[in-house]
């Protein structure tokens, strides 16, 4: 059998962490900044854990991760 192929665009978005759950970068912090507040900006920095509802299709796309 051949090697399954990562999809290269969640590979760039998504990692594991050490217990085998999937870390994400929060949207809407790119542009507009104006009108939101310093502490939702700050908020927006973090990391965070895909949903476990996405667990399945993120695995999917990302079979070695």
Known sequence: MPKMKSNRGAAKRFT??????IRRSKAFSSHILTKKSTKRKRNLRKRTL???TDMKTV????PYL
Do not use: F
């Open 50 to 52: 895909v949903a476990g």
């Open 16 to 21: 594991a962490t050490g217990s085998g759950k």
């Open 59 to 62: 695995r999917r796309m990302l």
